[in-house]
Every structure is written in structure tokens, then in C-alpha cells.
């Protein structure tokens, strides 16, 4: 089990420019959620799939944010254009099941994105 | 909505010392908790859970109990060690709710 891995590690961009993060889940993991970290706000849910459909987009900051989940392995979450205040670390999850307290999430390592 | 409080941080320790982090939570149903951990550069980690009112979950050496009368689950541990230096997060999920909601998360550092 190789973990939910996530590219970039690191990015840097410039404001105005588009950034795509990738995620690629545990293999068999029906959900895939996309969380941002930063100091002021914390852990904030922006998306989640169930088997390739968004469920619940309700955290996506603004019209800037865009996920996919094309299929069962991977999954991008895009900024475009991109703005300093979206600097955070991005964090991709997944899960096998619905029920949470069953199936806890598991974790990639994030990407840290600064926009410049 | 649901949501959790922890206490804030940072948290300094030395080796061998107890530690504990304070989280209570407001849910209108029964939700379950969690204590997850980020270790440096790492994502969140499961640390343990409880899924229904006097629970205790367990995990290398950490400790915490579902109090529902409190509406609170306390994570414990003993005796740190500097290898449990890392940021520990409270989450509760509502059993008809995919959702986790997180506390701020509580930085911890334990020194030799």
C-alpha cells in the first residue's frame, strides 16, 4: 500500500498564473477528499468525491477553485488564476467508506503551494 | 453546525512529563471522535477514536475518553517523548454526515 500520493511536493508560482495539484488515492477508495491547511483558518474541507462525483463542493473558496476525479486513481484540484492568499498546504485524502468512524481518512503528504 | 474546540498551543514539554490536550465539541447528534496527528512535513494520521459515549481510544500510549456528559474527549499520555513532538488535531464525524470537522490543532514539542 503505497499511500495516497500527492505531486507536487513544493510549488511556486506567480499571481495570475493557473496551478494544477494532483492526488493519486489508495487504490480501492471509494471517497476522495481535498483539504487546505493554513494558519489563520486550519484544516478547511473544500471537496469531496464519491466514486468519481463531487458530493459536496460547498468549501471550495470561489469560482478560482476547480476538482476533478476523471477516474478512480487520480484526482486535481486547479487555481486559476491564482492569488497570494491561496497559499496554504493542500491536502488529499481518501477512505474506503461512507461511515468515518470506520474507515478513517488517510492522508497524503500535501503540497505546499506560495504564489508570489 | 458541529464543530470542536481544542486548546491552543504550543505546548512545551520535557521527556517524561504528561501531557494533556483539552478538546470539547458541539454536535446536535452522537457524533464519533477522533485525535489525528501531523508529524513534520507529513500529513494527519489517525492517533485514535471513540465511537460512542464512554469509549476510550488508545494508541501508543495516548489515551482519550468519549464524555458525553462533558461533551469532551481529553487526549493523555503519560510520559512523552521527544518523538511525539508534532501537531495533534480533535475531529468529531456525525454518523449521517461524511464530514469531519477539525479543531485548530495544538502544537506539541517535547525536549530532551
Known amino acids: 500500500d503505497a499511500g495516497v500520493i500527492q505531486s507536487p511536493r513544493h510549488e511556486v508560482t506567480e499571481m495570475g498564473q493557473e496551478v494544477t495539484l494532483r492526488c493519486k488515492p489508495i487504490?480501492?477508495?471509494?471517497?476522495l477528499f481535498w483539504y487546505r491547511q493554513t494558519m489563520m483558518r486550519g484544516l478547511e474541507l473544500l471537496i469531496y468525491?464519491?466514486?468519481?462525483?463531487?458530493?459536496?463542493d460547498s468549501g471550495m473558496p470561489e469560482d478560482r477553485f476547480s476538482a476533478k476525479m476523471p477516474n478512480a486513481s487520480f484526482s486535481t484540484l486547479k487555481i486559476q488564476p491564482s492569488e497570494p492568499r491561496d497559499s496554504a498546504v493542500y491536502f488529499c485524502?481518501?477512505?474506503?467508506?461512507?461511515?468515518?468512524?470506520?474507515?478513517?481518512?488517510?492522508f497524503g503528504n500535501g503540497t505546499r503551494l506560495t504564489v508570489t | 453546525g458541529d464543530s470542536v474546540t481544542q486548546m491552543e498551543g504550543p505546548v512545551t514539554l520535557s521527556e517524561e512529563a504528561f501531557l494533556t490536550i483539552n478538546c470539547t465539541y458541539t454536535?446536535?447528534?452522537?457524533?464519533?471522535l477522533f485525535w489525528y496527528v501531523q508529524y513534520p512535513g507529513e500529513g494527519l494520521q489517525l492517533l485514535l477514536k471513540?465511537?460512542?459515549?464512554?469509549d476510550k481510544g488508545s494508541n501508543k500510549g495516548f489515551e482519550a475518553t468519549y464524555r458525553k456528559e462533558t461533551t469532551s474527549f481529553h487526549l493523555e499520555k503519560g510520559s512523552v517523548q521527544v518523538s511525539d513532538s508534532a501537531v495533534y488535531f480533535c475531529?468529531?464525524?456525525?454518523?449521517?454526515?461524511?464530514?469531519?470537522?477539525f479543531g485548530a490543532g495544538t502544537t506539541v514539542t517535547v525536549r530532551a
Open positions: 471513540a465511537t460512542k459515549a464512554d
Open positions: 475531529a468529531l464525524s456525525d454518523h449521517n454526515d461524511y464530514k469531519l470537522s
Open positions: 485524502a481518501s477512505s474506503p467508506s461512507r461511515t468515518s468512524y470506520n474507515s478513517p481518512l488517510h
Open positions: 487504490s480501492g477508495h471509494d471517497y
Open positions: 454536535a446536535t447528534g452522537y457524533p464519533s
Open positions: 468525491f464519491n466514486n468519481n462525483v463531487p458530493i459536496d
